[in-house]
């Protein structure tokens, strides 16, 4: 299926729930979220139809999002069910990590292929302060869990913070050329109206890359298995790749090939796009497959050229990215 701009849509988002068991310091206030009522977001039931309808108008590639979504219970479940629609042929999931190890096994042989861990310092005391309540040792072992159960391509999202983490680069490129990990590194941007993003704050990819040339030589890697934004280096000698994520100085939105489905179950097109369609309205209104189907392609069809970040993510936009499938 292609949208107005001819590109492929071929990849759905799904945040699973609004909630989750961080308070990262860009993402959620300390206190959290008002937490919507079970009955407010999708059942399982609904979102495997619902991916089998998408799957019909092209789409191949599922992602489970949050908040964190090894929070909502019975995930294992949802994995089993969404692998067993023909036309999926790559799950995956974007975890913090803290619950992952334990239940990655379950994962796995339910029908999870792929795991994105985000990590943002190596350094305890300041992942603890940038999650609030973190502890790195829980996500170390999910990483390793990963590796173990060969999961691969396991991907690191990291995103650079001027003036907390960008003095760890080397540390995370380090972390690439010992193991077959692929380091993804990701411009800071606005994801809510928390007061916590600053221009001043944002590193540009450019930057990052230059900083890591100076003690590793990358070469340009033929992309890596996800069908991810990020443009991707081998490290000479290493295990693992190095990824540079630019939505802020040189956005990726030609290449773009996805669609977002909220915790409360509305189809947008664009994580900055405020437009949305409530899937779960048409479900509960008894809608047939068909008139669903067409409802994909409208979102798809609106689908807007670019995104427009730059401008900040704007108190009247009243999703949070937890909630959107960030």
């Known amino acids: 299926m292609q949208d107005s701009y001819g590109r492929n849509i071929n990849y759905l988002r799904i945040s699973v729930t609004d909630r989750c068991n961080l308070r990262c310091r860009y993402c959620m206030s300390e206190d959290g979220v008002d937490k919507l009522d079970h009955s407010q977001i999708l059942s399982f039931e609904e979102i495997v139809r619902l991916v089998d309808i998408a799957s019909q108008v092209g789409v191949r590639k599922v992602r489970l999002t949050g908040g964190e979504p090894l929070v909502r219970r019975n995930i294992i479940q949802l994995v089993r069910g969404i692998s067993n629609i023909p036309k999926i042929d790559d799950i995956a999931i974007t975890t913090n990590g803290v619950l992952f190890a334990q239940m990655a096994e379950q994962l796995k042989d339910a029908g999870l292929q792929r795991v994105n861990i985000s990590l943002d310092s190596l350094v305890a005391e300041k992942f603890k302060y940038i999650t609030r309540c973190g502890n790195l040792t829980d996500v170390r072992n999910a990483i390793f869990r990963a590796l173990e159960l060969e999961m691969h391509p396991v991907k690191i999202n990291t995103v650079i913070i001027k003036g907390f983490n960008d003095d760890e680069l080397l540390d995370f490129a380090e972390l690439a050329y010992i193991y077959p990990l692929h380091i993804r590194f990701i411009e800071f941007m606005p994801v809510g109206d928390l007061l916590f993003w600053k221009k001043e704050r944002v590193l ?123």
């Open 204 to 326: 540009s990819a450019r930057k990052m890359q230059e900083a890591i040339e100076k003690k590793y030589v990358l070469k340009a890697a033929k992309k890596i298995e996800g069908n991810g934004p990020a443009k991707y280096y081998n490290i000479q000698g290493g295990k693992g790749s190095i990824g540079f994520i630019s939505p802020m100085s040189n956005h990726f939105c030609g290449e773009c090939n996805r669609i977002r489905l909220t915790a409360e179950g509305s189809l947008r097109g664009c994580l900055y796009d405020k437009r949305e369609i409530s899937l779960k309205h048409a479900l509960r209104s008894g809608a047939g497959d068909e008139e669903i189907k067409r409802l994909f392609v409208n979102v798809i069809k609106m689908k807007p050229f670019k995104h427009n970040m730059n401008a900040g993510w704007g108190v009247e936009n009243k999703r949070k990215m937890y909630q959107i499938g960030g």
